[in-house]
């Protein structure tokens, strides 16, 4: 892929897979040579270039669990049995 640019790589990519992009910008980190980026959509590119995507720390990844009622802070929370699981296998 030809790419002067992680913004052009980055657009070059979501050609090919359309939810690719909105996942590298809202999720992900990036490392470039070494060096990691919050932003590195305007990062120069060379043709040898290692770029390594990166789960950004503290981010929250999988769906709020649903509370069944009002909650009383004086009771533990009961979490609804339908919410998706908090961990995959």
């Known amino acids: 892929m030809e790419a002067n640019t992680?913004?052009?790589m980055v657009l070059e990519l979501q050609s090919r897979f359309p939810r690719l992009?909105?996942?590298?910008?809202?999720?992900?980190a990036?490392?470039?040579e070494g060096d990691i980026f919050r932003d590195a959509y305007q990062a120069q590119l060379g043709p040898e270039s290692e770029i390594y995507l990166i789960p950004k720390i503290g981010r929250r990844t999988f769906p709020k669990p649903r509370l069944?009622?009002?909650h009383d802070p004086r009771r533990p929370r009961q979490i609804?049995?339908?919410s998706?699981?908090?961990l995959s296998p």
């Open 30 to 32: 990036v490392a470039i």
């Open 68 to 70: 069944r009622g009002n």
């Open 84 to 86: 998706p699981p908090l």
């Open 80 to 82: 609804d049995p339908r």
């Open 21 to 28: 992009g909105r996942q590298i910008e809202e999720s992900m």
């Open 6 to 8: 992680f913004r052009r």
